[in-house]
């Protein structure tokens, strides 16, 4: 069982570090935080629930607190913003250990440490069954320079950093109960690319930019969608992982396309863009068009129209 409510807030209080943007902490009805002048907030939410984002008998505790707050640290990445502070809403179920909740804020914490990103409040509550958390990260961006998913025009190249499926396929080996490789700091620790969308947005290189959390395909769609654009993807161009011994072997074209869980930016640009970003590799993998929907296009030419295949929520089917 977790400590009381009250014991617990001390102990995250005593865990959590103040910074810079943070004026008054966890311990007030609410946090004050300091945004730099001339910027605009960001504010992102994402829960993390027992058995649909993670399972104990899958994940360490200090796994599911270190992804926790990559979803959110993602977010602002694909905006192009500054991360400045983060709040947990947690609630567990009176079967969790005090151990469990300890070792989760501390790869919560460790993942906030390196990102300096302080914890500077949120809430706890007693779950009816099962872990729930809610993590709100706060950042900034220059006033009008936020990337949005709606900037694309027709003829940007579309790029992706890193590369993908390793994350997805090591999911199907848990759900198999197989070994993992290569793929298991891919999925357990994702790496929140937030000093390469900094980067990309100081030098005004993308158009529009997205985070991959539900798959290539699903959210690339998203900024076809919002920009009005169509999307024409060569399907040789996409960089798939590689796992498995020695120099390993790509994953299936189905994890990199639709497999989620990676947390890299996919953005389009008009402007050249390099193949390196703070030590990121940075592919170009297709083009938008005029006309709507997405295809692709394959060595010999072959076009194939494409349908997002990612994950959705209350999608029929699961």
């Not at 102990?11 to 300091?34: F, K, Q």
């Not at 011994?245 to 299936?252: D, E, I, N, S, T």
């Amino acid at each position: 069982m977790p400590l009381s409510e009250k014991d617990l807030i001390r102990r995250i209080r005593r865990l959590a570090a103040g910074g810079s943007a943070v004026v008054t902490g966890i311990g007030d009805d609410a946090a004050v935080l300091r945004i730099p002048p001339r910027h605009e907030v960001l504010v992102t939410t994402d829960f993390s629930i027992e058995k649909v984002h993670f399972r104990r008998e899958w994940h360490r505790p200090e796994v599911v607190g270190w992804r926790c707050l990559t979803r959110g640290l993602s977010d602002i990445a694909a905006m192009g913003g500054e991360p400045h502070a983060a709040f947990l809403s947690l609630a567990l179920g009176e079967d969790i250990p005090q151990k469990w909740v300890e070792a989760f804020l501390k790869g919560l914490l460790k993942l906030a440490k390196k990102h300096n990103v302080p914890l500077a409040g949120g809430d706890t509550a007693q779950s009816a069954g099962g872990i729930q958390a809610d993590m709100v990260v706060v950042g900034s961006v220059p006033r009008g320079k936020a990337v949005l998913r709606s900037g694309a025009k027709p003829g940007d190249g579309i790029y992706v950093t890193g590369q993908l499926g390793a994350s997805a396929m090591a999911l199907d080996r848990l759900r198999e109960g197989l070994p993992l490789g290569a793929e298991r700091s891919r999925h357990f620790h994702p790496e929140p690319r937030v000093e390469v969308g900094r980067w990309l947005r100081e030098k005004g290189i993308p158009t529009a930019m997205i985070d991959i959390s539900d798959g290539l395909s699903t959210d690339l769609e998203h900024i076809c969608e919002e920009s009005h654009v169509g999307a024409e993807i060569e399907i040789d161009a996409i960089p798939r992982a590689r796992v498995g011994r020695g120099k390993g072997k790509f994953v299936g074209l189905e994890y990199a396309l639709h497999g989620g869980d990676e947390y890299e930016l996919v953005f389009t640009s008009s402007r050249p863009v390099p193949s390196r970003v703070k030590g990121v590799p940075i592919t170009r993998f297709g083009h938008t068009k005029v006309s709507p929907g997405m295809r692709t296009v394959d060595a010999t030419g072959k076009i194939t129209a494409l349908e997002a295949g990612g994950w959705e929520h209350f999608k029929s089917g699961g």
